[in-house]
């Protein structure tokens, strides 16, 4: 069974590289085909039809798709993201400081979600059917059916404009004390976190469930081991592998949160830069920042399938 890990591991990461090469075709062939030409969008309307074509020749949009194609995975693989339309700048440049903004947002958001799912969903879990898991399970489903942009917009509408104990945009800047980072961060936060925590606590439960009715934990029952024990002792460490695929998961769901919160509150990440970049169709700009949260999604769901492996007690 051990031999099988490597190559287990292997495949994975097979998979994983085959579906960035079908991402990246994907993303190339849908900026490609957004309405509206990039170079007139550039020059405006009384551009001329020579300024035009010089411009057009001057960025290699006169080439066929797939070429521009080759090139640009290319320029991807080598570290080379190219240069922005808008503001010929290179990319590098312009996501450096907003990917730092973006992933701080988004660890700041895990750091806070996951104990409290994760202690929420083990705990209804070992206290099944009783009033605390039924309130617990109708709490995340009731989460999960509101959507993120209202969750935004309820805490802009309580916390800044009726109580006025935040402000409305997070700003990121320099801060010195704790209460400047909870002011810059607690809205977005607490939007994020609805996102990802009622799904972690759901499947948390159920893996843990799933692992309370296996024959091995019955016995411990039979021997007379403690509810807690039966929980951290027996039940816990075989259910590793679904809930740390549940964190991945759930922490994937970040993605799509990020870019409605990072709008409504400006706040200056990644996905805010990527909005902006489609009203101005600059198109490396926006191929770059999906090109990233597709990254970032793989390598979660990638790193919860090696570790969901290496955990398996089977394999092991």
Request: aromatic residues 6%; charged residues 10%.
């Amino acid at each position: 069974m051990k031999a099988r890990i490597p190559s287990l591991i292997a495949g994975r990461l097979l998979i994983a590289l085959f579906t960035m090469v079908v991402v990246s075709f994907t993303v190339f062939a849908a900026t490609a085909i957004l309405p509206g030409d990039v170079v007139e969008i550039l020059l405006g309307q009384a551009a001329t039809p020579e300024a035009v074509a010089g411009l057009r020749t001057a960025m290699h949009l006169d080439e066929p798709a797939l070429v521009r194609f080759g090139h640009w995975l290319a320029g991807l693989a080598t570290g080379d993201l190219g240069t922005s339309y808008a503001n010929h700048l290179p990319i590098a440049q312009l996501i450096g400081g907003r990917l730092v903004s973006s992933l701080k947002l988004a660890g700041l958001t895990a750091l806070f979600s996951v104990p409290i799912a994760l202690t929420l969903g083990i705990t209804a879990a070992a206290m099944r059917g009783s009033i605390y898991d039924r309130t617990v399970s109708m709490l995340t489903i009731g989460v999960i059916s509101v959507p993120e942009f209202m969750v935004a917009t309820s805490a802009v509408l309580i916390f800044a404009v009726w109580l006025k104990w935040l402000p409305a945009l997070s700003i990121a800047r320099d801060v010195s004390t704790f209460g400047e980072l909870l002011k810059i961060y607690a809205m977005p936060i607490m939007t994020l976190s609805f996102v990802i925590s009622a799904q972690m606590i759901r499947m948390t439960r159920a893996a843990v469930i799933e692992a309370l009715q296996s024959p091995y934990v019955e016995m411990a029952i039979l021997k007379g081991a403690s509810p807690a024990r039966v929980v951290l002792r027996h039940a816990l460490p075989n259910a590793i592998g679904p809930i740390v695929n549940a964190v991945a998961l759930s922490l994937s769901y970040l993605l799509g949160g990020v870019i409605i919160v990072e709008t409504i509150f400006n706040y200056p990440g990644i996905a805010k830069l990527m909005v902006d970049a489609v009203a101005t169709r600059d198109l490396p700009l926006i191929q770059t920042c999906a090109m990233i949260f597709c990254l970032v999604y793989l390598l979660l769901t990638t790193t919860a399938d090696i570790l969901a492996i290496l955990a398996n007690p089977r394999l092991r």
